[in-house]
């Protein structure tokens, strides 16, 4: 992992005296404890969310990745090593890989409506290597989104799909901003089960 102290943003967390740090809510999110999870989601979203709007300008997209990269928190919590920095730190720095990922998808994919009329015969394997990974995981996404509730899948879908931002998606569902932000995290939480179930069901070595 990047050294903390060489990150070109602030990995200060809004921690107050008293309250469990980053990385022990991190350490109990890695053991399954979603309560840990959402306390850890409340505290870093923001800092998360400033990070990557900085880099993506784009609101809707921003609020996506975000989503995205609290997934990969949860997913991936059991690889924190706090030897190796804070928690603080390693969740901007999945941040940072996620929007910089963003950024290149965006335009590759320009690039290839743009050179659309004089396609080359030869195709980079590279290319078609993550143009049909990125698929496969878009088909294990919505399998998994059929898995929750109705509530959950509405809120995750007009984010991600639609391009809502979270005052938007409350507004449509009649529902309060901090109901829908509880909709979402729990539905992250499912997805991020079903999502390792799939993984391990597909793996053929």
């Known amino acids: 992992m990047t050294d903390p102290t060489s990150l070109p943003w602030p990995t200060g967390s809004h921690q107050r005296p ?3 740090s980053d990385g022990e809510l991190l350490v109990m999110t890695a053991g399954g404890d979603t ?4 306390a850890l989601y409340d505290r870093v979203t923001p800092s998360v969310f400033g990070l990557v709007r900085r880099i993506l300008r784009n609101p809707a997209q921003s609020e996506e990745v975000t989503q995205e990269v609290m997934v990969d928190v949860w997913r991936t919590a059991t690889r924190y090593d706090a030897g190796r920095g804070s928690a ?3 969740i901007l720095t999945i941040a940072h890989r996620r929007a910089v990922d963003r950024v290149r998808s965006e335009q590759a994919a320009a690039d290839r409506t743009e050179l659309a009329g004089i396609r080359s015969a030869e195709v980079d394997f590279d290319q078609v290597a993550d143009t049909v990974s990125t698929r496969l ?7 998994c989104l ?5 509530l959950q899948r509405e809120s995750i879908e007009l984010a991600y799909y639609n391009g809502y931002t979270y005052p938007e998606v409350a507004h449509r569902l009649g529902a309060k901003l901090p109901t829908v932000k509880a909709r979402m995290r729990d539905g992250l939480i499912r997805l991020r089960d079903c999502l390792g179930t799939t993984e391990g069901g597909v793996r053929h070595d």
């Open 18 to 20: 008293g309250e469990v």
């Open 88 to 90: 603080h730190a390693w």
């Open 35 to 38: 309560a840990a999870f959402s």
């Open 146 to 150: 059929g898995a929750l509730t109705e």
């Open 137 to 143: 995981e878009a088909e294990q996404v919505r399998r």
